[in-house]
């Protein structure tokens, strides 16, 4: 681990704890303990990193959207995340269906792309 992983990690961290994430940083033994700020809801996670309750981890271009969120770690810290998009096979012959799901896969294309 970098000085500057250890030095920020020492930081007030907010954060969720859940076996996905773990498993995907790669971090392990990490309890409840060792977050300053925890919840189990993205979106007061990201509500607490925009008040300023202390240091997390968000995808990077929700994190554009919002000047006053900065990126610290950018080339030692990177968690890429499977996207998946899917629908029921019965729904596919419908025109309204089929347009409204091409409109999500072309804005969630976009998305990715400024990833």
């Known amino acids: 681990m970098s000085e ?3 030095a920020i990690m020492s930081e007030q961290v907010v954060g969720i704890i859940s076996e996905y994430l773990v498993g995907i940083i790669g971090i392990r033994n990490l309890d409840a303990d060792f977050f300053t700020w925890r919840c189990d809801n993205d979106l007061a996670g990201m ?3 925009r008040a300023g309750f202390g240091i997390g981890v968000c995808q990077v271009a929700i ?6 969120l900065v990126p610290l770690l950018e080339t030692e810290f990177r968690i890429d995340l499977p996207v998946w998009l899917a629908m029921h096979e019965e729904l596919k012959p419908a025109p309204l269906m089929r347009a409204s799901f091409d409109a999500i896969a072309a804005g969630v294309k976009h998305f990715l792309q400024l990833v």
């Open 4 to 6: 500057r992983l250890v």
């Open 63 to 68: 994190a554009a959207r919002d000047l006053s």
């Open 47 to 49: 509500a607490a990193l």
